[in-house]
């Protein structure tokens, strides 16, 4: 089983930035697509980007296309968000996720963070 922790949400001024980091631990992740999600108050809950472990190619949501990166540190076993140009309808809580490629069909998601706060004050 592996553990995730999220850490770097705050209170951020709309047009701020933000870092948010996803420490896992308990496993090896060569072989994993660790990704981000949120889920704002009344919606449900929706992918932001994910990240192979091994190779870093990235998928991105288009509603934060261009100002939210995906990146990771694998000596760290860290992966990382970068939030830029934070809007208010960016706040919700964003969760890390671990996950193994179904095959042709997706990613099953079998590991996740407790989440981190963000909110964009107007």
């Known amino acids: 089983q592996v553990q995730l922790v999220e850490s770097g949400g705050g209170l951020v001024q709309a047009g701020g930035s933000l870092r948010l980091s996803c420490a896992a631990s308990g496993g090896t992740f060569s072989s994993y697509v660790m990704g981000w999600f949120r889920q704002a108050p009344g919606k449900e809950r929706e992918f932001v980007s994910s990240i192979r472990w091994s190779g870093g190619i990235t998928t991105t949501a288009g509603s934060v296309k261009g100002r939210f990166t995906i990146s990771r540190d694998n000596a760290l076993n860290t992966m990382y968000l970068q939030m830029n140009s934070l809007k208010p309808e960016d706040t919700a809580v964003y969760f890390c996720?671990?996950?193994?490629?179904?095959?042709?069909?997706?990613?099953?998601?079998?590991?996740w963070g407790q989440g981190t706060q963000v909110t964009v004050s107007s």
């Open positions: 996720a671990a996950g193994r490629f179904r095959g042709s069909s997706g990613v099953d998601w079998n590991d």
